[in-house]
T-cell receptor, first 116, second 113 residues
């Protein structure tokens, strides 16, 4: 069981470039999430998905798009990267949705993205 | 506006003693609370949770206390071990509203051997 995996682990982009971060989980979880973590701040939700083919906006969605074509994968895209998107990105998945008990999320190891 | 706050960025404790990590929240709709532990270069891992219908939950060396009237929760680790050295995040969620898990800014715990 690999749990939640993320690729790549590190990436450096120039302003205006695009990229896709891949998240994969092998726990058959319905719910998947993308967070960013910035210094001095807690993790903030970017987008989430409640099942294959669904996506929804979180707290800080601007500048990002997501897709969930397969249940086990959740992709985060940056169409035109900006320095403000320099951050560590975490993907997570859960068996139960936020707002219920026992809704603990399982996190991937993170992707450190730098936008120059 | 930070709805979950961890006002102590760091805490140092001697091995074998008790570690107490604190967390405050502002949203009275929060009804489920979790603690996560994070080592460097890894993602957060779930540690323990508590529902608002309880005021205490124990799991081995870890106990979480919830004071709803004060909107405060704390994580007690007894006895503390060097392997507990990590960043601890408090998180909260509500039944209604956006599908957010709201995280605090974290407290770095160092357990000194």
């Amino acid at each position: 069981n690999a749990g939640v995996t993320q690729t790549p682990k590190f990436r450096v982009l120039k302003t205006g470039q695009s990229m896709t971060l891949l998240c994969a989980q092998d726990m058959n979880h319905e719910y998947m999430y993308w967070y960013r973590q910035d210094p001095g701040m807690g993790l903030r939700l970017i987008h989430y998905s409640v099942g294959e083919g669904t996506t929804a906006k979180g707290e800080v969605p601007d500048g990002y798009n997501v897709s969930r074509l397969k249940k086990q994968n959740f992709l985060l895209g940056l169409e035109s990267a900006a320095p403000s998107q320099t951050s560590v990105y975490f993907c997570a998945s859960s068996f139960r949705p936020t707002g219920t008990t026992y809704n603990e999320q399982f996190f991937g190891p993170g992707t450190r993205l730098t936008v120059l | 506006d930070q709805q979950v706050k961890q006002n102590s960025p760091s805490l140092s404790v001697q091995e074998g003693r008790i570690s107490i990590l604190n967390c405050d929240y502002t949203n009275s709709m929060f009804d489920y609370f979790l603690w996560y532990k994070k080592y460097p270069a890894e993602g957060p891992t779930f540690l323990i949770s508590i529902s608002s219908i309880k005021d205490k939950n124990e799991d081995g060396r870890f106990t979480v206390f919830l004071n709803k009237s004060a909107k405060h929760l704390s994580l007690h680790i007894v006895p503390s071990q060097p392997g507990d050295s990590a960043v601890y995040f408090c998180a909260a969620s509500a039944k209604t509203g956006a599908n957010n898990l709201f995280f605090g800014t974290g407290t770095r715990l160092t357990v000194i051997p």
